[in-house]
C-alpha cells in the first residue's frame, strides 16, 4: 500500500509570506491545486489535505482529498495519523513542532513543508528551499 501523506494545510500556506492570510479558502485552494500537480516521483503517496477555520470550505478534487478538521488541525492530523499507521506508512508534512513531538510518537515520519514545496509549483515554478 502506498505512503500517506497528510499536509498541514494552515501549516504549508503558513510558510509562505504570500499574503495568505487574506483569503485564507483561496491560499488553501492554491496549495491543493498545486499537490495535484505535485511531482510524485520525488514524494510518493496518496496526499490528503487537512485545512481548518476560514479554509474549511475547500473542496476536495480529483487526487486530493480534503478533510476539514471540525476542531484543532493538530488533533485532527494526529487522528488520521492514529487510524493509519497500523497498516501503512504515514508522511506528515508540517514545521509545527508540536504536532511533529505527536505523530513521530505514533510513528509517522516527518516532511517539511519547504521539502514539499520542492516537489509542487505556485504559480508555474517550483520552489527551491
Not at 495568505?20 to 490528503?48: C, F, N, V
Amino acid at each position: 500500500m502506498e505512503p500517506l501523506i497528510i499536509v498541514d494545510g494552515a501549516n504549508v500556506v503558513g510558510s509562505v509570506p504570500d499574503g495568505w492570510w487574506r483569503d485564507r479558502a483561496g491560499a488553501a485552494a492554491r496549495l491543493r491545486d498545486a499537490l495535484a500537480e505535485r511531482d510524485a516521483a520525488a514524494l510518493p503517496g496518496a496526499i490528503t489535505l487537512v485545512v481548518e477555520g476560514a479554509a474549511r470550505g475547500v473542496a476536495s478534487i480529483d487526487g486530493v482529498p480534503v478533510e476539514a478538521a471540525p476542531q484543532s488541525g493538530d488533533d485532527h492530523i494526529v487522528a488520521l495519523v492514529r487510524d493509519n499507521v497500523s497498516h501503512r506508512s504515514v508522511v506528515v508534512v508540517t514545521s509545527d513542532r508540536g504536532l511533529r513531538e505527536r505523530v513521530i510518537e505514533l510513528g509517522a515520519s516527518i516532511v517539511s513543508p519547504g521539502q514539499l514545496r520542492a516537489t509542487i509549483s505556485y504559480g508555474g515554478r517550483r520552489d527551491s528551499t
